[in-house]
């Protein structure tokens, strides 16, 4: 395989994790699928993330997420062992 395409298919591979994100989250539903509503949001964050709060948005975020992952894998461990 060439080497472009093997980098195209980890930039595909990569944004569909990254939508998968969006769908996880539930905002596909909480937007009614409204794709300027969820790129409006997008656009908040990066905003967000480049003003003087952003280090302390940054941590915030990375906090609840790596809550919600943590509590997706033990939910997921629980329902291996039914």
């Known amino acids: 395989?060439?080497?472009?395409?093997v980098e195209r298919r980890k930039r595909t591979r990569?944004?569909?994790e990254?939508?998968?994100l969006v769908?996880?989250?539930g905002i596909v539903e909480l937007t009614n699928?409204?794709?300027a509503i969820i790129y409006?949001?997008?656009l908040w964050v990066a905003t967000k993330l480049q003003s003087h709060e952003g280090e302390h948005a940054?941590?915030?975020?990375?906090?609840k997420g790596k809550q919600a992952f943590d509590?997706?894998?033990?939910?997921?461990?629980?329902s291996q062992r039914r």
Not at 1 to 5: C, L, T, V, Y
Not at 58 to 63: D, E, P
Not at 71 to 78: I, S
């Open 40 to 42: 409006g949001a997008l």
């Open 71 to 78: 509590a997706e894998w033990h939910e997921d461990q629980r």
């Open 23 to 25: 769908a996880k989250a």
């Open 58 to 63: 940054r941590s915030l975020w990375a906090a």
């Open 14 to 16: 990569h944004l569909i």
């Open 33 to 35: 699928d409204d794709r």
């Open 18 to 20: 990254l939508g998968g």
């Open 1 to 5: 395989m060439r080497g472009w395409q």
